[in-house]
């Protein structure tokens, strides 16, 4: 079946689950994982430059035998001459355009002239060599200079977010809100990868339990919930399963007013993507997120004996430089008033 779409600020319709082919996979071959990724069902797969595999992303794609059409291929600008950059993705695809271009991030932009940049970014669209065209990365500032020019908006900003950041972005999501660019969450499994046993491990345990689902697929419905595209990864057919689940699941439930087999939903916005999550429960993961990721035990200083050590250490060398030099001006002076 299709992932359901939601629908950009400049009308195209992107599926809101991709598979992505950066973090684990930069620099390796990834054909059969891609391979693997479009026949499970994904029709979303999120690649960059900098990744250093598009070659290996076309070839899946070319393997795959679907149509061009059936496939939503993003790509990033890694820096450098935008056209010449937007290019070589296209070569290394195999692709005569792209469904979506994104910045890769702020530190790309030469000279920090993102006006420029953006300009470029329009022309790439208006030559037909992306249906739209986004940002990724982009904290509140950069953001305000693009729509300060007047001109297109981004249709995505890519960014790290998972329960625990989500209140740290704030801004930059209520900004995108306002101006309908839609937020792409990479890393959303990092309460499960990167942050374990922290306060939203018995919350999402719960919901899993009442979903019969897994932590993973609550994580995704928590982001679905916010209207966010989810981009995530994996090498194994039972991962890639669950994830697509994350849809099949919400598919099937029929007390669900949003819910079509066909996936062809007519909804009052783009916010139709509410999970079978309860509300309650959406806010019950944002206030254990909120409290932040657990503090691993080794970097409090005093489960770490060694680092007390060093930082006494530090104290102790600042403390007895301090001391000479009050000493030796007090010297001084006192020789000063010897001399008078
Ligand atoms: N724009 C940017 O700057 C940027 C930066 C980073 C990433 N991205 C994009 O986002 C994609 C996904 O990034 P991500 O890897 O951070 O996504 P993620 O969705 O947070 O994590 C995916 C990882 O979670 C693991 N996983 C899944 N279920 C698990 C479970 N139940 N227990 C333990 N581990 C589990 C998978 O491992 P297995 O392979 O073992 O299943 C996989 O490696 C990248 O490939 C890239 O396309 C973009």
């Keep these: 079946m299709a992932v359901p779409t939601t629908t950009l600020n400049d009308g195209n319709e992107i599926p809101v689950l991709a598979f992505g082919t950066g973090s684990k996979f930069k620099g390796k071959d990834v054909t059969d994982v891609v391979e693997q990724a479009l026949e499970a069902g994904f029709s979303h797969i999120d690649s960059a430059a900098i990744y250093a595999n598009e070659q290996y992303v076309g070839a899946a794609i070319h393997e795959s035998g679907l149509a061009r059409q059936d496939i939503w291929i993003t790509t990033k600008y890694d820096g450098g001459d935008p056209l010449d950059a937007v290019h070589t993705s296209l070569r290394k695809l195999g692709v005569r355009y792209l469904d979506l271009y994104l910045i890769h991030s702020p530190f790309l ?38 729509v300060k020019t007047g001109k297109v908006v981004p249709a995505v900003n890519q960014i790290h977010l998972h329960p625990y950041n989500y209140a740290s972005w704030k801004d930059v999501l209520e900004f ?93 916005d783009r916010f139709f993507f509410v999970a079978d999550l309860t509300p309650e429960e959406v806010a019950t993961i944002d206030k254990a997120g909120a409290q932040g990721p657990p503090v691993p035990a080794q970097s409090t200083i005093l489960s770490c004996p060694k680092q007390l050590h060093a930082y006494l250490r530090i104290a102790l060398g600042i403390f007895v430089i301090l001391f000479a030099i009050v000493l030796c001006r007090r010297l001084v002076s006192l020789a000063l008033s010897c001399m008078h």
């Excluded at 037909?128 to 940002?135: A, E, K, N």
Aim: glycine fraction near 8%.
């Design 109 to 146: 932009i030469g000279n920090g002239d993102i006006e420029s940049l953006w300009d470029n970014m329009i022309k790439i669209r208006g030559a037909g060599l992306t249906r739209s065209i986004g940002v990724s990365n982009f904290t509140i500032g950069w953001l305000q200079r693009i």
């Design 176 to 268: 995108c809100a306002k101006h309908d660019i839609v937020t792409e969450a990479y890393g959303c499994l990092a309460p499960i990868t990167t942050y374990p046993d922290g306060p939203l491990d018995p919350v999402l345990a719960a919901i899993a339990h009442r979903i019969g689902g897994s932590p993973a697929q609550v994580i995704f419905k928590w982001a679905h919930a916010k209207g966010f595209v989810v981009v995530t990864t994996t090498a194994r057919r039972t991962h890639l399963d669950d994830y697509l689940r994350v849809i099949h699941l919400r598919v099937s439930l029929p007390r669900s007013p949003f819910i079509s087999v066909s996936a062809d939903v007519v909804t009052p």
